[in-house]
């Protein structure tokens, strides 16, 4: 049977959300090998359909083309739809902490109120939008205090530019700072079966705080799909391509884990993947799971997840498969 889709507050902001958020780095294409922008739209679009509302994008994927084609797919659904954006990559500036190159551009961490407050004028105008309703923080920039990021944050939510405020990609000292800097609403970490670090690290200080977590590559970039079998090979800039995660030994031991999972899934007429999404959610402290998705059929997939309830027999039954086969798993 399934439920409506289950939705939460981010933080204190008082801005409900789908559960489930699509996440749209691979619409990007950057390190995905590409991108289709019609098959990406109707992915966004199929999304808000099945009822998720908590899209997240961000300036960094491609470039600004992935808030581009999310600006697109929005036209006429703004108002079903809570958009989270960050901030902090930056390519106009090369101040802050140099982070990467991309297609031969200096790419650095940087959060500075003079960067934030021009970077939110750019996802503003390629979102085609005049606000955002969660504005994040991508990278922490270790050359500029928390306090005068927070004060530029608060300053664009005070001019109704944004409505609430996300930290991402945060150390616990950063989570901490943050927290007593102002009202910080949510973090956003990488969080799945395969890696559960933040269970003893952040999520404490989350919910001693009130902060929401948003859970990324809660499918451990496929991974976790049960559709990555050990045959599976990686081309051209697919970033599993040389990942350890992704040897087959530990595909091995994720298949083994999936055999728990198939009668699960089964008896809930669920796919694997959406029983990994469900019992994500179910975690301690883990309030959304952002999925990506590049096309109208896993889109449906994902969303479907959250109207997915898993039983405790069910949670017991998958988090002691997960210990067995994959606390020995090779990061």
Not at 23 to 50: N, V
Not at 268 to 295: M, N, Y
Not at 303 to 326: E, F, K, M, P
Request: aromatic fraction near 6%.
């Amino acid at each position: 049977m399934l439920h409506d889709m289950l939705t939460r507050k981010i933080g204190q902001s008082g801005i409900d959300a789908s559960a489930v958020g699509l996440g749209t780095w691979a619409i990007g294409g950057w390190m995905w090998g590409g991108t289709d922008e019609t098959r990406s739209i109707e992915a966004i679009q199929a999304s808000i359909d099945e009822g998720i509302s908590l899209i997240d994008t961000a300036p960094a994927y491609g470039q600004g083309l992935a808030e581009e084609i999310v600006g697109k797919a929005l036209k006429g659904r703004r108002d079903k739809v809570v958009l989270a954006t960050k901030c902090g990559l930056v390519w106009h500036t090369r101040k802050g902490n140099h982070f990467f190159d991309y297609d031969g551009k200096p790419v650095h961490r940087y959060l500075g109120k003079d960067a934030i407050v021009y970077e939110v004028e750019e996802s503003l105008k390629r979102l085609g939008t005049d606000y955002i309703d969660h504005y994040i923080t991508h990278w922490q920039d270790p050359t500029t205090p928390i306090d005068e990021t927070m004060a530029a944050l608060e300053q664009l939510k005070s001019q109704g530019k944004i409505r609430s405020i996300g930290a991402s990609n945060t150390s616990v000292e950063d989570l901490k700072a943050y927290v007593a800097a102002g009202q910080l609403d949510a973090i956003q970490e990488e969080y799945s079966m395969v890696k559960r670090d933040i269970e003893a690290s952040h999520v404490p200080v989350c919910l001693e705080a009130g902060v929401s977590m948003l859970s990324y590559s809660s499918l451990a970039l496929g991974l976790l799909t049960g559709k990555i079998g050990p045959d599976r090979t990686f081309s051209g800039d697919d970033q599993r391509k040389d990942n350890p995660r992704f040897s087959i030994e530990n595909r091995q031991k994720v298949a083994r884990l999936m055999e728990t999972i198939a009668p699960i899934a089964e008896a809930h007429e669920a796919s694997k993947a959406q029983v990994v999404i469900a019992w994500t959610l179910q975690q301690p402290g883990i309030t959304f799971s952002l999925c990506g998705a590049r096309d109208a059929g896993q889109a449906v997939e994902n969303a479907r997840a959250g109207r997915l309830r898993l039983s405790q027999s069910d949670l017991d039954a998958i988090s002691t498969a997960a210990q067995t086969h994959l606390s020995q798993l090779a990061a």
